[in-house]
């Protein structure tokens, strides 16, 4: 086994790595290989117009001969977020972004990851899978799916704790229009290059928010079908009203009439009400990821 920086010339490998080891998780989404270079390496890529990495990242690679088996990808993020949910620019942390290797190279994982933590040592805490870190072409989704729960064993032995979990529901675009009031008006507010946002209106009044990445847009058009939810919202004092239904309803049958079939979408494992929500409206659930942290 041999571990080297990342080369130009070892980026298609890396890609087919990168696609193998997708194959099971929902959010890992067909990505044609110049977009998924960007998402990967491009340093100004940005979270709601925050840098996500200066580049002072670092990204190492694992070889068995020329088949890559795993790789890390970390540095000092730019901003991160307080216990209390504050933002807090240059946090005094490391984050290690992406950390994947071959189920059957556990060595290889071993390795990689004792070199980033070694790298990160005078940083007051390390974040791994943290949410906002990930790559554009996953909608940001940057937590650990159980898929990989072989890559939790690693991080746990080496003194990393759980710190969030998000589970992860989809649905059928088609299975949410059922039914649909006419209590709300629904008005797309701005159309961003990677996402779309929507205000409902009840009354003339603005009642509620929504964020959706359509996927085609983040992977190189190779993801068609699916778009995602980042955020839905209705004004908590008309919430047990079915606004939030006909808002979810509404957006659904705007997404069926611009040709995509499928939601996905991540909530906290606090967000309860959510929870009961998604599962009431038939979404189905295909696991909880999680972020994790080393004080």
Not at 56 to 83: H, M, N, S, Y
Not at 90 to 105: Q, T
Not at 158 to 170: I, K, L, R, S
Not at 272 to 277: C, I
Request: proline share 3%; aromatic share 12%; net charge negative.
């Amino acid at each position: 086994m041999q571990i080297n920086r990342l080369t130009l010339d070892n980026l298609p490998a890396l890609y087919a790595f990168w696609q193998e080891i997708g194959t099971d998780v929902p959010f890992f989404y067909p990505v044609d290989f110049d977009t998924w270079r960007s998402c990967l390496l491009e340093f100004n890529q940005s979270f709601d117009g925050l840098q996500l990495t200066p580049q002072t990242e670092q990204l190492l690679v694992a070889f068995e001969g020329d088949q890559v088996i795993g790789f890390i990808q970390f540095g000092k993020p730019t901003f991160g977020w307080d216990r209390n949910g504050k933002r807090v620019d240059s946090p005094d942390s490391g984050v290690i972004r992406h950390f994947y290797f071959d189920r059957e190279h556990p060595a290889a994982g071993e390795a990689l990851l004792q070199m980033a933590v070694h790298n990160l040592a005078q940083a007051g805490e390390l974040h791994a899978f943290f949410q906002a870190h990930g790559m554009s072409c996953n909608a940001w989704h940057g937590k650990l799916h159980p898929a990989h729960s072989y890559i939790e064993d690693v991080l746990l032995r080496h003194g990393f704790a759980v710190d969030q979990e998000n589970p992860f529901y989809t649905a059928e675009l088609s299975s949410l229009v059922q039914g649909l009031g006419q209590d709300l008006t629904v008005t797309l507010t701005e159309d961003k290059m990677t996402s779309q946002h929507f205000a409902a209106w009840h009354d003339g009044k603005q009642v509620g928010t929504a964020i959706m990445h359509p996927m085609d847009k983040l992977t190189g058009r190779l993801t068609r079908d699916v778009v995602y939810m980042r955020w839905i919202g209705i004004n908590k004092e008309l919430r047990g009203k079915g606004l939030g239904s006909q808002f979810m309803g509404q957006l659904a049958q705007h997404y069926l009439t611009q040709g995509y079939s499928t939601l996905h979408l991540d909530t906290a494992s606090t967000n309860l009400g959510a929870q009961r929500f998604y599962e009431r409206h038939g979404f189905g659930y295909l696991g909880s990821t999680r972020s994790y942290v080393r004080r």
